[in-house]
């Protein structure tokens, strides 16, 4: 059984952006969702659960790092990676972007490779981050021990 190809979310207020970047993504089999409005996104995004969200830093009502700071305030929506995408490279939007701790950070202009290479390794990192937080979880909550063991089933002491 074929699993659908992952969802991508694209917010940007520039239409040329949003439409090179839809085409590079269909005609890679990734199935994408456009949303030229930040203020709206946050909804639209809320009702999609895509599963990685393409943001613009610069946008009119809302700049990214908001709309980035309240998806991972929103439990419905924390867990969803957020890739920007901008043409800005300085000292302080590279700060202001780290500190709310993208998955990933594509300036423009970019090639589909780039893009595509990108949300994969975004997803796999969020699977990972995923598996992790299940498993640090378990680990809390477990009644009993844990042991560790090696691949010969030996016991390891730390």
């Known amino acids: 059984m074929n699993t659908p190809q992952p969802l991508c979310f694209v917010v940007d207020d520039d239409p040329v952006i949003t439409s090179m970047v839809e085409k590079l993504l269909t005609d890679a089999g990734w199935r994408v969702d456009i949303c030229n409005s930040s203020a709206k996104a946050l909804d639209e995004i809320l009702g999609t659960k895509p599963d990685c969200v393409l943001l613009d830093i610069m946008m009119p009502e809302m700049d990214g790092y908001e709309v980035c700071q309240r998806l991972k305030a929103n439990p419905a929506t924390r867990e969803i990676p957020v890739i920007f995408l901008t043409a800005y490279a300085d ?68």
Request: net charge positive; charged share 30%; glycine share 8%.
């Open 91 to 158: 000292d302080d939007t590279i700060k202001r972007a780290a500190e709310t701790s993208p998955y990933g950070y594509l300036l423009k202009p970019f090639d589909d490779r780039t893009l595509a290479a990108t949300i994969t390794v975004a997803l796999e990192r969020h699977a990972a981050d995923t598996r992790l937080r299940l498993l640090g979880g378990a680990v809390e909550h477990a009644t009993l021990g844990i042991v560790l063991m090696d691949t010969r089933g030996t016991a390891r002491r730390t």
